[in-house]
């Protein structure tokens, strides 16, 4: 699809609001969206601030550390605030980008870290759309939330994380439905291995096969705005594994992505 096209999709939304959109697919989408929509006021929500360089006002960053529960609904607040001040009378796009992974067996990685996994993956991207929600259905929006090519298997050696995935994936499929009748929609993205931060914060000692640039997945995100689109995968190759995922045995499934997974493990913890 042309940019014009996508500049189209997106001029309905005069406030953005991404999590995690100080690197990576976060920081790539604000980006894209400021250059179509140069008129939209965008807020990142994350603990460091994005490098991008916006004219003054086009940008705002309220810090914040999502997988800290009882920060959650102060940044909740301070969003509301600033969208009844900064975000003009047009829809509102937000972004559910955060997230992270524990990478290793389960039983050696300390329990708080999974918990934490929980919290930034799960409990803060429904906590944070819930306080948003009153906003959205009152101006009318979009919940785009970033899962993965995890959502489709089991994921030995990164189990929680997929198990996030899993769970935030059919999460927004079921508030898209809950919502039909109201003036916001959901969209849900699944990227595969993509080139960011993520497998080094994670543990990784390499990155997986079949890594994506964050373009791609920038293109993905655009496009399913722009085609109406419930959910979407990133890459031909993507979608082909996650269909026959969807129809080999589970515990085939399971045994071959813990083979595929313990090829990549880190170093220092190689068993």
């Not at 089991?154 to 935030?168: D, E, H, M, N, Q």
């Not at 399913?224 to 269909?243: E, Y």
């Amino acid at each position: 699809m042309n940019n014009d096209s996508l500049s189209r999709a997106v001029q309905k939304y005069t406030a953005v609001i991404v999590t995690g959109g100080s690197s990576g697919i976060g920081s790539g989408l604000i980006a894209a969206i400021a250059k179509l929509n140069p008129s939209a006021k965008i807020c990142n929500i994350s603990r460091s601030e994005p490098k991008n360089n916006f004219p003054d006002g086009v940008l705002t960053h309220i810090p914040g550390d999502l997988s800290q529960p009882s920060q959650v609904a102060d940044v909740g607040g301070k969003v509301i605030d600033w969208l009844k001040l900064n975000g003009g009378a047009g829809q509102v796009l937000l972004v559910n980008n955060s997230g992270v992974g524990a990478y290793g067996f389960a039983q050696d990685i300390p329990t708080d870290q999974q918990l934490t996994v929980i919290d930034l993956n799960v409990r803060a991207v429904v906590h944070l759309t819930q306080i948003l929600l009153p906003q959205l259905l009152e101006r009318g929006g979009t919940v785009m939330t970033i899962a993965s090519t995890a959502t489709f298997q089991p994921t030995p050696v990164l189990s929680v994380y997929g198990a996030t995935k899993s769970f935030v994936f059919n999460w927004s499929l079921a508030l898209g439905n809950d919502l039909k009748d109201t003036k916001v929609n959901t969209i849900v993205i699944c990227p595969g291995p993509t080139d960011t931060g993520f497998f080094e914060a994670a543990g990784f000692s390499g990155k997986p096969p079949g890594v994506v640039e964050t373009e791609q997945v920038i293109d993905v995100c655009l496009n399913a705005i722009a085609k109406g689109k419930k959910h979407d995968i990133c890459g031909t190759a993507n979608k082909l594994m996650c269909f026959f995922s969807q129809h080999l045995p589970r515990n085939f499934l399971t045994k071959e992505a813990g083979k595929l997974m313990r090829k990549i493990r880190h170093p220092d913890n190689v068993k």
